[in-house]
């Protein structure tokens, strides 16, 4: 196995294949679920900005959507159990027979209340296969950690309402939030991400605060998956124990854990 800076085991080749399949059989034995345990929190957070904004169709950016999935649970109520299944190699052999199989479920579950998706991830091949499944309604490819946006895609990021993420903020850092924002032309789209406690959310905090964000961070912790192995549990302690976080009765026992970042603008 291989392990990047931080200690965690290298998955890179899950988010490249052509279509989900890899990502998920990788991904099952692991026990991976943040994205469900988010679920109900960007539920709400959604249900909240519509009501607040008066905007009847908010427009959601998920920043390392990968193959759309958050936005699959939120728009058609999946949930992570139905999709390893749909995934788990069972189904059609060929990623148009997938295709295929997935715009018919983008199709059949219209969303109760109107939501647009935009992903953004350094993939290809994920974003392709979310958007002609019809996961996203748009889509960025950009890093935004060395880059600014394009003129184009500046536009798509525009109108942002709520930016979203489930376990890319460590590798993505303050420099692409800020360059989201700055896509706003003024505006301040609310965010909330869920980030692996092994990861310091401070500078990003920092950041946002001087856009005009006050972040709270919520007190529950959500389980992200089993370590991959014992090496990788011993090197992400290492490194948690290095930045004096203390992850007694927590990594210590054998998952990455994940807290839950909301900021958003000071009330009008």
Request: with cysteine.
């Amino acid at each position: 196995m291989r392990f990047d800076a931080s200690g965690k085991v290298s998955l890179d080749h899950i988010y490249t294949a052509p279509d989900p399949r890899t990502y998920f059989q990788v991904l099952r034995p692991l026990g991976y679920r943040v994205p469900q345990l988010a679920k109900p929190w960007f539920d709400k957070l959604i249900k909240e900005y519509r009501e607040t904004e008066r905007v009847a169709v908010p427009r959601v950016l998920d920043i390392g959507c990968s193959y759309g999935i958050n936005a699959a649970l939120l728009k058609y109520d999946i949930t992570m159990d139905e999709l390893y299944a749909r995934y788990d190699g069972t189904g059609p052999a060929t990623r148009a027979g997938l295709l295929a199989r997935d715009q018919d479920l983008s199709r059949s579950r219209s969303p109760a209340h109107g939501l647009r998706f935009t992903g953004l991830d350094a993939s290809t091949s994920a974003l392709a296969y979310a958007r002609e499944a019809g996961f996203l309604d748009d889509t960025v490819h950009a890093d935004l950690e060395t880059d600014d946006p394009t003129p184009e895609q500046r536009a798509t990021l525009a109108d942002t309402d709520l930016v979203i993420s489930t376990g890319c903020i460590g590798y993505v850092t303050e420099r692409t939030l800020t360059r989201v924002v700055r896509a706003q032309d003024g505006r301040l789209p609310w965010m909330a991400h869920f980030v692996l406690r092994m990861f310091p959310f401070g500078p990003v905090e920092d950041a946002l605060a001087g856009l005009g964000y006050r972040t709270v961070r919520v007190d529950e912790v959500f389980k992200q998956r089993r370590f991959a192995d014992p090496r990788e549990q011993r090197l992400v302690l290492d490194s948690m124990a290095e930045a004096d976080v203390d992850a007694s009765g927590l990594e210590e026992d054998g998952w990455l854990y994940a807290q839950l970042y909301l900021s958003r603008p000071p009330q009008r």
